[in-house]
Each structure stands twice: as C-alpha cells, then as structure tokens.
C-alpha cells in the first residue's frame, strides 16, 4: 500500500521585546535562575497583568507580512493545566479571538518549484518556565525567568507532505520573522521551537489520519529526522494491523529517539474561559496603517533585489537573502570588496564550512565583514591567489592578522604576475617532465584537460604558490599547443 504523509506545524516565536508580555520583568537571557519572574509573572493574589504593547506591534507585524488578515478586536482567554514550570495553573493566551486571522507562506523547494502554506492563525501568549532535569541528581529544578515571555503561536493548516516542505516551511517561518525584527530566531535559546504534527494515510482517502504532536524540537535538522522517524513508525504500525493513538511525543535529536509523553489533549480539557483581568484588544486603522509603512524589506523581496542588483544565482540569492543578518554581512563585504559573484562563494563555501566547524554564527565569527570583503578584493585585485587566500583566510580566522592586506605584505605573499618569471618557471617544468608533455600531445580533449593539471601543480610548486594562475594558464598552454 502507498502512503501519503500529512504535516501542519505549530511555531512559537518569542518576540524581542524587552520586558515580557504582562509584566515589566526583563525577557534577557541567560540570568540567573529565578531572578526575572516577578509577583505578576507568578499570578500572586492582588496583582494585574498589564498588556505590552510592543508585544502587539510585532505581532500585528508579522501578520501584515505574510498578507494575513489582523484581527482589530482580538481577546485573551485562559488555558488551564498544570505544569509545575507554569505556577500560575493556567496559561493567559488567545483561543476564540486571536490577533492574526488566515494568510499565506510562499516555500521554494530544492527542485526549484513553490507551494503554498496556508497559515490558520496567529495568537499571542505568554512562555513558560523552564524544567531542569540534569543539575541536581534524583531531582528536577524550575528556573521561572521564561515565565510571561512573549510569545505569537503560528499554527499552520496540514499542508505539507514531506519533511522537506516541513523545513522548508520552518526555514521560512524564521527568514520573515527575523527580517522583520520580532524575533532573533536564535533556536540554541528557545526563541523559536516546532511543534509538528503528523498523520498519514492511504494514498488517494480523503479523510486525514490520527495525528500525533512532536513538540519543542529546536532545529531544522531535529525536526527532518524525527518527521522521518515518526512517519515510519506510523507506517509500519498501519502495515502490522495496529492503530494510531493520538498522542503527544518528544524527540531527543541527539540519540534520535523518540517516546510518547502523554495522549493528546483536546481543547475542551483545558477548559478554556476569557480572562477576566484583560480587556480586548482593540487596534484601529491608523495603528495598522503606522505598522504597514514601516515594514522592513521581507525575505522574498530581498532575493529578488540581490538578484537583481548583485545578479546572483537564483540558489545564492535565495540562500544568502533567507538570513537578514547573512544578507547584511554580504552586502558589506560586497561594499568592500566590488565582486557578488565572489563574495558569495566565499561567505557560502569557505566562510560557511569553517562557521559549521567550529559551532559557531555570523554574530561572533572571528573575521569581520570588512576583514573578508578586504581580502577578497585581494583577490579580485590579483594581488593573492585563490590558493594564498585561503591561507590569508585561515590567518584572519585565528586572529593571527588584524586584516589581509597588511598580512599578505608582511609574509611576502603578494600573488607573481611577471610573465618573463613565469615562462622561465613554465620551461624548466616542462624540460624536467618530457614523458607528460609527449603523452599530452598525444592524447585529446577532457585527457588533456586533466594532463594540463599536472603541470599546473608543478609550477605552482615551484613558486610556492605565488604565480597567477591566470598568467601561468596562458603562457603554459601557448607552450604545449606549439
């Protein structure tokens, strides 16, 4: 039997305010624990929540970016459970009345087509603490600085069929949260997690299966590999005779396990009632007019800009644009350097796989827009070799040199353009390897294209890697063609 995989998500995006949602605690990570949860925060008898109204902006923002309708009367209800990382017994969020109504998210896939992602609603709520399993043997801890975060919920329709539109879906989610500034993105702090649900069914039923809910994965990766996983294990469940059992799961994305956490709630068990202590939400036109003219450039509109100002790839401008902080970076070094083409090879390749290695972001890489933009005008200069750049580049990332072109001089690097230098280099190679050149004559086409490498190596050996690789082909095929 062919299956057919159904996937909706539910994204929670901590928003970047400065203060949380109900309360004028401060939302700064990495405080010590309990140190930013006020009386508020904990619902103590005889204290109000207070709305930000920051919160709403960025809220209202991201709903005008996705085309989504605002709701200009929103309310917030309570949602009732208990979590000894939630002491309040109940969660202050927006059930019947939410402030983002229906929209639309374009995704582009790696063979290149798009799909649409039609987007249900968007809430506001507040975060919750935080349950410490690890720090204190046979005991948990409760760290209640998240508690009263800020949160938009975004809850997709079950649109998607494969993890690949998932992430795709998730990756963009991100792009346009970020570019907007709601939200750093940053997934390591819990600013955005994933709740996936999936079902399957056979191919060509109209009705959906029974759904299951992974919750808080926080990375791209994790949540492929636990859709892979979960869509497995349902398969196979359904192959054997067996049911589905609507359920809540965790994954843990470094043993790649998954195990059931509890059957899966309906709204009806938390008992939802509006809350009594705020007043609706009422935003009028000039207030979404106001967030309408200030919105920041959005992802798509920034990729089709770099390809047309820059006249990147389709797959640069797309990868490049998908990150503000990544397009940022790239129009800076593009600033210093005048080469798009090169700019983008090196901050995709080079610059990427060496941020990859050592864990780390463009935020706190080592080598700055200036310094990577500096030293590929080197390049682009002929003043250093592709080959010397990146021992130039290596120097930089490891803070032995403050910028390329004083590093470059100092370790007498600059690239050897002198094609009398050059020629004589090119002759003593090809007088001291007569077998290689009598064998390139004889042979033709992609054999001799591979061949002319070997005496490339050679010369540039015998410069130490100093020789323009431009004037070493020039010269070095005159030679052999003669």
């Not at 800020?150 to 649109?159: A, G, H, M, Q």
Request: proline fraction near 4%; charged fraction near 25%; glycine fraction near 8%.
């Amino acid at each position: 039997m062919q299956w057919q995989t159904v996937i909706g998500l539910e994204i929670h995006v901590q928003l970047a305010t400065k203060t949380k949602i109900f309360s004028g605690s401060s939302t700064a990570f990495g405080a010590e624990p309990n140190t930013q949860a006020s009386l508020v925060d904990l619902a103590m008898p005889g204290t109000l929540p207070v709305l930000n109204i920051e919160a709403v902006r960025n809220a209202a923002m991201f709903g005008l970016a996705i085309g989504a309708d605002i709701n200009q009367r929103s309310t917030f209800d309570r949602k009732n459970y208990f979590y000894p990382d939630s002491p309040k017994g109940y969660q202050t969020t927006q059930m019947d009345a939410p402030i983002v109504g229906a929209g639309i998210v374009t995704i582009e896939l790696e063979d290149g087509s798009t799909k649409d992602i039609r987007i249900h609603h968007a809430h506001l709520e507040e975060d919750a603490g935080k349950s410490l399993h690890d720090q204190f043997p046979g005991m948990s801890g409760i760290d209640l600085n998240r508690a009263g975060t800020p949160l938009i919920e975004i809850v997709s329709e079950p649109d998607m069929n494969t993890a690949e539109e998932a992430v795709a879906f998730a990756r963009k989610i991100h792009a346009i949260v970020t570019s907007i500034g709601i939200g750093d993105g940053d997934m390591s702090q819990g600013s955005l997690r994933f709740d996936v649900n999936i079902s399957v069914r056979p191919v060509g039923q109209a009705e959906f299966g029974t759904r299951t809910e992974t919750k808080n994965l926080n990375s791209f990766r994790f949540m492929e590999r636990a859709i892979h996983q979960e869509v497995a294990r349902q398969i196979d469940v359904l192959e054997d005779g067996g049911t589905i059992v609507q359920e809540t799961r965790l994954y843990d994305g470094d043993k790649h396990i998954a195990k059931s956490m509890r059957s899966k709630e309906e709204a009806n068990d938390y008992r939802y009632f509006p809350c009594p202590d705020l007043l609706p939400v009422v935003l009028d036109d000039s207030f979404v007019d106001e967030l309408r003219a200030r919105m920041p450039e959005l992802p798509d509109q920034r990729k089709a800009r770099f390809i047309e100002d820059y006249k990147l790839s389709d797959y640069d401008a797309a990868i490049i644009s998908a990150d503000r902080v990544q397009a940022e970076f790239f129009e800076t070094v593009y600033k210093h350097c005048g080469d798009a083409k090169l700019a983008a090879n090196w901050l995709l390749g080079e610059f990427a796989a060496q941020l990859n290695k050592d864990d780390m972001t463009i935020g706190n890489s080592p080598i700055s827009a200036e310094q990577l933009g500096g030293m590929i005008a080197l390049i682009k200069d002929g003043t250093i070799s592709g080959k010397i750049a990146k021992q130039v580049f290596e120097a930089l990332w490891a803070k032995e040199a403050d910028d390329a072109k004083s590093y470059v001089e100092a370790k007498g690097l600059v690239q050897n353009s002198d094609e009398g230098a050059i020629e004589a280099m090119i002759d003593e190679v090809l007088a001291n390897n007569p077998d290689q050149v009598a064998a390139f004559k004889a042979a033709e086409g992609p054999k001799q294209k591979k061949m002319t490498g070997f005496f490339v190596g050679q010369i540039m050996k015998a410069s130490k890697g100093q020789a323009n690789p431009g004037v070493v082909n020039k010269i070095l095929m005159k030679k052999l063609n003669s």
